[in-house]
Nanobody, 123 residues
């Protein structure tokens, strides 16, 4: 199982970034997929999750209305579109594949993780 996150970088407040997470080694379309983030000096926290088809999505309150998670099952890739970025969004962002039927808001609900991609929001 491999998850490769990409798309991070330096962006000004109010800007946008799109993260991608390419996967292999498992039946991508059978699993919920999520994004978490870890800011410096803080614990990793839930950001967003999508169901198998992308038809249902859930977000942390801190990113609701600004971020959008989506997936392309043919490409085995999950995305995180981040708009109206704030300095407090600065973090390493991780994609993860979830166990079916578990707590999708907790790290324990995920069985495989990508390596993380750094997003820095600063002027």
């Amino acid at each position: 199982v491999q998850l490769q996150a990409s798309g991070g970088g330096l962006v000004q407040p109010g800007g946008s970034l799109r993260l991608s997470c390419a996967t292999s080694g498992f039946t991508f379309s059978s699993y919920y997929m999520g994004w978490f983030r870890q800011a410096p000096g803080k614990e990793r926290e839930f950001v967003a999750v999508t169901n198998w088809s992308g038809g249902s999505t859930y977000y942390a309150d801190s990113v609701k209305g600004r971020f959008a998670i989506s997936r392309d099952n043919a490409k085995k890739t999950v995305y995180l579109q981040m708009n109206s970025l704030k300095p407090e969004d600065t973090a390493v962002y991780y994609c993860a594949a979830a166990y079916n039927g578990c707590d999708y808001y907790a790290e324990s609900g995920y069985h495989s993780w990508g390596q993380g991609t750094l997003v820095t929001v600063s002027s």
